[in-house]
């Protein structure tokens, strides 16, 4: 039995057509409509066929819907749920896939003041963009973690909860403010860094860019990978988590500021015990299924 | 013909024993000795006949020969190249596989001021140790800087190349200052930064080990790859680089700085700017080959 008979996707970028292929491979039944504000993506979503229609207005896509999902950047979550407030079914339940979630739940809620809003984050994607990008198996085995507000129905996030079951992904449910700490950390920080890294390392002038790019192999191409992401996502991220972001920085910079003193002052069992210590942390994740424990990822040539 | 028909390597660990597999596999006709402080590492490398002779004490190792290559911390080149003086064949060339380059010729000189040194950087590897973590296909594609220094006899650096390309290498040579330099933001603080978060992130008392580990697909997983590497080794490079990490450090701290700013002060621009032209340098390194092109590197499951 599906949790949801007719679905509409806002926004169909990586997460969005990722979303629309799961639900097609796993959930055939289900009526799949949406919108993208890119006539140009709107164009290539209908070509590739991915879901039963794709509306040339935000409201036209709703408009029987059971499940809607916001798949745009969190800094527009508001304003695009207030284009839909017309034309939603009032029993529909409106979720997203932020990456942050008190402020998306505060937008929407202000959007929607008398819908079903549960907000919601898929801890999965790629360095990659638009509906071309996207991939049915994309949340198999993922995270994702539900943030409904006090007083929500259960029998609605249990609804929501087996959606995303069904597509593959392991459902967490949190407070969205503690969501939005453990994200800050586990996402939103190394984001930060990796964009902050590859800025500074293009911007040397004894070292050329080139000589950057070839030896990147040492430990640097895994940073462009993420800094690779989408800008727009990725400004929003770091606007609507702004608390939760600098309190992490914060903590990083002292403890970057040790390590310095140590290298400068040759401490080197400080540096060893660190380097020790976060081994362990790498074991932990292969062991609980969250990476590939092929060294280098398998990238390597063997 | 072979660009050397009797090959000496002290220090059998990932690196070590990935050169003597690679030499297995496109030099079969060269004689490899080899040795390892480690008498259980010894062991191994002899069950798995990946030389001719594992001898016990490092002099008996390099009696006859012609290429001596020491993939040992960098920490310890010195005294490992002293151990060698009195065994080693005056026309033998010494080499190293160390990350940082100045201060290891430095030490190599002073340990065998009358022999042929000819330090050598490959730049490759994986977050693995030991020699049941090596394999032959480590090297290609891959770079390999030699720094010989002035005055060297070029066709002894030529020799030394030739061994490197027949590896599967691309060689290129530079100054060792300048290596370091290039390595320092390539991969010395990168490796740097990977190790602090991962720490900062167990020390958190807001979010436990386990939501670090279950959430680590956001960006996280890849950071804790590079801080699984061998503790001993990166101690070493960092405070045998010292002077280059630090002035490297100094400007990632600064433009860090930018950042948390541009953050505080809702600056969006600022952050797009940034995330849009680091984007620019992954492309390029997909385009030169130091990357596998796969979203995800191919780990997500298509």
Known sequence: MLPFARVSIIGLGLIGSSIARAVRAQMPGVVLTGHDVNA??????????????VTDTPGAAVIDAELVI??????????????????????????????SKASVAAALTQALPNHIIIPAH???GTER?????????????RWCILTPPEGCNPAKVAQLQAFWERLGA????????????????TSHLPHLIAYTIVGTASDLEEVTRSEVIK???GGFRDFTRIAASDPTMWRDVFLSNKDAVLEMLQRFSEDLTALQRAIRWGDGDALFDLFSRTRTVRRSIIEQGQDDDRPDFGRADH
């Open 129 to 141: 963009s638009g509906p071309e990008a996207g991939f049915a198996g994309l949340f198999h085995n």
């Open 170 to 185: 392991n459902v967490e449910i949190m407070a969205a403010e503690h969501h939005d700490l453990v994200l800050a950390i």
């Open 40 to 53: 140009g993506v709107r164009e290539t979503v209908r070509d590739m066929n991915l879901l039963d229609d």
């Open 122 to 124: 898929p801890v999965a």
């Open 215 to 217: 030896y990147s192999a």
């Open 70 to 99: 916001l798949c745009v950047p969190v800094g527009i979550m508001g304003e695009v749920a207030a284009s839909l407030a017309n034309d939603l079914p009032p029993e529909a339940i409106v979720t997203d896939v932020g990456s």
